[in-house]
């Protein structure tokens, strides 16, 4: 059985993101489910990968910040 070490969630746009570290006999792990209407999907990131993962986050980060805003779509552009 696993053991929650820690669990929060994020409402961003209509999705739902929920963190969980948890533990079990094998090890600690990171399980990010994503929750939209009701369709969960979820990614589980060994403990011992969580330096890379939010490495890459921070780049992903920087990144978004350095590129230029995005277009509007059509249909707001009509607006």
Do not use: W
């Amino acid at each position: 059985m696993d053991n929650e070490l820690f669990s929060e969630q994020v409402q961003v746009e209509r999705k739902l993101f929920s963190f969980a570290l948890r533990e079990n006999p094998r090890g600690r792990f990171l399980r990010i489910t994503e929750d939209v209407g009701g369709r969960r999907d979820t990614v589980i990131i060994p403990a011992t990968g969580l330096g890379q993962f939010r490495e890459l986050l921070d780049r992903a980060i920087a990144a978004d910040e350095a590129a230029p805003s995005p277009a509007p779509v059509a249909a707001e552009a009509a607006q």
